[in-house]
């Protein structure tokens, strides 16, 4: 039994305004009146329309979906970020279409976004060629790098000072009286890797300290659990602070340090991350981070990819927002801690919580 496809001219008609008034009524951000709105959605569900997204697409050449690629979730971080850049640009009428990938395969991937008609590009977690940069901008296709920088002009980008934040962090170790400092690193060739890295030793080297070792963990946490036991092997000495790329491989390491190696947290070694994810605060952990300012970052993310939409005329930008310190209870700290821009969400992060058993 056939049924008469109902459209946007039967509800204008019922509804007594124009075509082109149903149209801006089902376009977040469309200039209309409210009452006009109301009416237009009220006629709409007497007849039961629904408004065809595939034939707007074909007349506004505009789908209103963003292709989000991931290589994984394992850093909290990200399960976080996905989530409010998510809402975000649903709240201004954008669709997220996710897309996963393994991180050497993300050319491959995003040739196949392509096929959908995508808007735009956010990726999280994830690399970009330089010619495959080159290639969507030819095509007109705005890339946005969240969490992640690019040596390409025309590749946006938004992050925190990971560099900064990486000095930061070396800084308040040293200040506490640290002498042994290890660093177990994330994605060799990722720029949070290398950013972080190059800020902690910039840090230690204006003291006048050297890194005392480094293993990889590759933003893993089983790899960050292995960098650790190999950290504490052999006759000694052995770090008495390790800073972890992020907080995922740094909760890694606290369990190691306590579960495996039998050690204090913070007596015997101190440990901080970086993004300052939720678990970061839970009582078995207590972690001192980096925390990054993620509301800030999806605002400029999606402040970002609207104003490509609307088709502004500008350069690609690059923003590295300001990155503050989380003092919690995972590491020792100085006790004139004026130098630092910090948050703290313990009244007193310098009170000792051992846990070598927990």
Do not use: C
């Amino acid at each position: 039994m056939s049924r008469v496809r109902v459209t946007a001219w039967d509800v204008a008609r019922l509804a007594q305004v124009s075509q082109s008034a149903v149209s801006r009524a089902f376009t977040p951000g469309a200039s209309i009146a409210t009452t006009t709105r109301e009416r237009i959605h009220a006629a709409a569900r007497t007849l039961g329309y629904r408004p065809n997204a595939i034939a707007r697409a074909l007349i506004t050449r505009r789908s209103n979906i963003i292709g989000m690629v991931v290589s994984y979730l394992d850093n909290l971080f990200y399960a976080a970020v996905l989530e409010r850049l998510s809402q975000a640009l649903e709240a201004r009428g954008l669709h997220v279409l996710l897309f996963m990938t393994a991180d050497d395969d993300t050319d491959t991937v995003l040739r196949e976004i392509q096929r959908f008609n995508v808007d735009a590009i956010v990726m999280l977690s994830a690399t970009l060629s330089s010619s495959l940069a080159r290639e969507l901008a030819e095509g007109r296709v705005p890339v946005l790098l969240f969490n992640r920088g690019h040596d390409d002009a025309d590749v946006n980008a938004v992050g925190s000072d990971n560099r900064a934040g990486g000095d930061l962090l070396g800084r308040l170790l040293l200040a506490a009286g640290h002498q042994r400092i290890a660093y177990v690193a994330g994605i060799a060739d990722s720029t949070t890797n290398r950013d972080r890295e190059a800020g902690f030793k910039q840090a230690l080297a204006a003291q006048g300290a050297t890194l005392f070792a480094r293993a990889d963990g590759g933003y893993n946490h089983a790899l960050a659990a292995d960098a650790t036991r190999s950290l504490f092997s052999g006759p000694g000495p052995y770090p008495d602070a390790i800073f972890a790329a992020n907080d995922a491989m740094a909760l890694a390491v606290i369990d190691t340090l306590r579960h495996d190696l039998g050690l204090r947290v913070p007596t015997d070694v101190s440990v901080v991350g970086y993004d300052d994810v939720r678990q970061a605060a839970w009582p078995a952990y207590q972690l001192t981070t980096v925390r990054q300012p993620i509301d800030d970052m999806v605002t400029a993310a999606v402040e970002i990819i609207a104003a490509h939409l609307v088709g502004d005329a500008e350069p690609a930008r690059k923003l590295a927002l300001p990155a503050v310190l989380a003092l919690r209870r995972s590491a020792r700290l100085p006790a004139d801690l004026s130098p630092f821009t910090t948050v703290t969400d313990h009244p007193d992060p310098n009170r000792s919580q051992d846990h070598a058993g927990l």
